[in-house]
């Protein structure tokens, strides 16, 4: 399976960058897994959040094709313990997904169209974390589960 995660503007911290970096290195051992950074929407000052969302939207999926699993990162999603998380990965593994998009949006959400074509939405904490900070959290996660399903010695249960 190839995962995917699409993340909405750049990141302008050297050491989030670095995290992330590591834990996708850690994570290609596993499974071909890549990371695709979809440029910011110029000029929203005076742009409406949801004409934002919008366009962010449309550009999150002309990156999905149709037998791809869509999960948006979400604070409404739903929460796992890192082993739950494990498991669900290893059903969509073994369900025969090819490819698994997982994506952070943008500082206000996700539009009503995103949230039509997801398959799933999961949420990493009920507390809120920055667009920057929740990639390299994700990214560990991601790792953690992987570890957890080849039974290596990362995770402390």
């Known amino acids: 399976m190839n995962i995917e995660l699409i993340v909405v503007g750049k990141t302008d911290s050297k050491e989030v960058e670095s ?8 994570v290609n ?7 695709t950074t ?18 962010e939207g449309e550009a999150i999926l002309r990156l999905v094709g149709d037998g ?20 669900w990965l290893q059903k969509r593994m073994l369900s025969g997904v090819k490819r698994l998009v997982l994506v952070i949006g943008g500082p206000y959400g996700f539009s009503d169209e995103v949230y039509a074509r997801a398959d799933q939405k999961i949420s990493l ?33």
């Open 68 to 87: 791809d699993c869509l999960t948006l990162m979400d604070e409404r999603g739903a929460q796992y313990t890192s082993m739950e998380y494990a498991q």
């Open 19 to 26: 995290l992330v970096e590591m834990y996708s290195k850690r």
């Open 125 to 157: 904490s009920k507390m809120t974390f920055s667009h920057q900070i929740v990639r390299a959290i994700f990214a560990e996660q991601l790792y953690r589960a992987f570890t957890i399903l080849h039974n290596e010695p990362y995770h402390h249960e």
């Open 38 to 55: 979809l440029a910011d929407v110029r000029n929203t000052r005076n742009m409406a959040p949801s004409r934002q969302k919008q366009l």
């Open 29 to 35: 051992r596993y499974c071909r897994f890549s990371i």
